[in-house]
Structures are given as structure tokens and as C-alpha cells.
């Protein structure tokens, strides 16, 4: 029998330390670990980090708001957020079932980058950033730069994700998260669309952001969609005709089991008009 080495710091220190000294492959909540191994021996060297309590739960300062790496979906369901993070907390409560919301982490589902990934899209649209450590330093990352291509990051050796950065821009903003499946549940996405938009005292839109996942290798923002509505009232019934094909021409679906490219286009323009009239309906 072939045994591997498994290592479980007790603090960041001790573990940004280890992993400078060696190829470790990060275990945190599992629920891509483990189901990706079945039937397999394990043949990696482990990390486990689960244990890091310091890089868990979720705080406020006067410029952001943390989560911490090893926050978990349950609780970011459960927290008491601003308005602007329900699309999150909606996707929160998308990711598996409720055993898979009380172990996986958020670092976790962004490491993953699956382009299916459910807390992807809100996280964009919060204009979210990823803080990275390592025993050289910290950086901090856009999320949108973090994620490089399909299953691909910007982690650079011995760096570990250490939290999301949401900075506090429109925390009273319309926030909502959008997902279809081949059912209600327990399901990879077919399409996710995820807004946050702001608007003024008049109903003037001063801000918006539309993410899609499962549409491209990386969810995106539709920036020419964003700056089509701003300026426009939310009762604007031009409103009702956005977005059109021409909005979508960034994202690059694939025909693959759960449905065809051109059935994720046209599911992607309904989920983006279905949150723009909730927007509408929500003053």
C-alpha cells in the first residue's frame, strides 16, 4: 500500500509555510475533492486547511465587506447582508444540496472555475476581488482577472486564497440571481444570469451589472448591455425589449448534454428580461 503525505495547519502561517515548501493540492470543504477521486487511490500530497478557522465567516470595514476563503455557502444563505448581495444568497442556496451548502466553501467553488459555477455570476456583479497570500505576500485580484479560462486561475506558486473582497459601492441596489436547470434542484446549471442595478430616488438606473455563467468558458459581464440601461427609468418600457441577440455577442455556448448553444442564447435573453421586470416591479 502507498501512502501520501497529508498535512492539516492548524493557522495561515503554518500552512502558507508548507505550502512554499512543496506541490500540495488544497482540501477545503471536499465537495469537488472527494467526488472527483472515487474509485481512485489518492496519489497527491494533501493540504487540508479545513481546519483554519481564521479564514472563516464574514466582516465589515468602512471600504468592504471580507468572506473569508472558507466561508460557506450556508452561511453566506444565512447572513445579514445589504440588498445588493441577495443575488448571491440566492445562488447560495443553488449550490447542491443543503449537505453540499454546509461544507463547500466559496474559495472553493471559484478554484473549482467552472464555468458552471454558481457563485460566480454574483460575485462579478458585485465587482468582487480575490485576496491571495503567500509567504512572499498578499496581493489582491479582480475576480474577473482571477479567473483566466475554463478551470484556470491566477494562482501563482505557494499562494492560497485567503478571501472575497466586496467593496461597498450600491449595497442598497435590486439583486437577483437566475438559474435553469433540467429541474429545481440538485442540477449544474444550463444558464445562470446574475444583475445587480441601482437606481436614484426618481427611478433613474445610476448603475447596473448582468453577469451570465455557463455561457462562455468563464462567466462574463455584459458591459454594452450595462451601459445601455443606465440613464433609463425603470418603468422605461424600452426596458421590455432588452436585451437583444447583439447584447449576448461575447458569451460562446457550447451544444453539449444539458442543452444546445443556441437554446442557452435564447434562455439567457429570458432570464435577463425575467430580472429586469422584477427590478421594475421591485419599487
Not at 515548501?21 to 488544497?26: L, N, P, R, S, Y
Not at 486561475?153 to 436547470?181: H, N
Not at 440613464?231 to 455577442?249: C, E, F, I, S, Y
Amino acid at each position: 500500500m502507498r501512502f501520501v503525505d497529508y498535512l492539516a495547519p492548524t493557522n495561515l502561517d503554518s500552512a502558507l509555510s508548507a505550502f512554499a515548501g512543496g506541490k500540495w493540492t488544497v482540501l477545503a470543504g471536499g465537495t469537488d475533492f472527494y467526488p472527483a477521486r472515487v474509485g481512485h487511490p489518492l496519489t497527491e500530497p494533501v493540504l487540508d486547511i479545513s481546519g483554519l478557522d481564521e479564514l472563516r465567516g464574514i466582516s465589515v470595514t468602512d471600504d468592504a465587506y471580507r468572506i473569508g476563503a472558507l466561508t460557506r455557502w450556508a452561511d453566506i444563505k444565512a447572513a445579514d447582508l445589504p440588498p445588493a448581495f441577495d443575488g448571491l444568497r440566492l445562488a447560495a442556496a443553488e449550490v447542491g444540496g443543503i449537505q453540499v451548502q454546509n461544507a463547500g466553501t466559496i474559495a472553493g467553488n471559484l478554484c473549482n472555475a467552472s464555468p458552471a459555477a454558481d457563485g460566480i455570476p454574483p460575485l462579478l456583479t458585485l465587482d468582487a476581488s480575490v485576496e491571495l497570500a503567500s509567504q512572499g505576500g498578499q496581493r489582491v485580484v479582480p475576480l474577473s482577472a482571477f479567473l483566466t479560462g475554463y478551470r484556470q486561475i491566477d494562482l501563482q506558486s505557494g499562494e492560497l486564497v485567503t478571501a472575497v473582497i466586496v467593496p461597498r459601492q450600491v449595497e442598497e441596489a435590486f439583486s437577483d440571481f437566475q438559474k435553469l436547470g433540467s429541474r429545481s434542484y440538485l442540477v449544474i446549471s444550463i444558464v445562470m444570469v446574475a444583475t445587480v442595478i441601482a437606481a436614484d430616488p426618481e427611478g433613474i438606473i445610476s448603475d447596473a451589472r448582468i453577469a451570465v455563467g455557463a455561457c462562455s468558458p468563464v462567466a462574463l459581464r455584459l458591459t454594452e448591455l450595462e451601459s445601455e440601461l443606465r440613464g433609463k427609468h425603470r418603468n422605461d418600457r424600452a426596458l421590455q425589449h432588452l436585451p437583444t441577440r447583439h447584447h449576448l455577442d461575447r458569451l460562446a455556448p457550447i451544444d453539449d448534454v444539458r442543452a444546445t448553444a443556441d437554446y442557452r442564447f435564447g434562455a439567457t435573453l429570458t432570464l435577463i428580461r425575467r430580472s429586469l421586470r422584477r427590478f421594475a416591479e421591485s419599487a
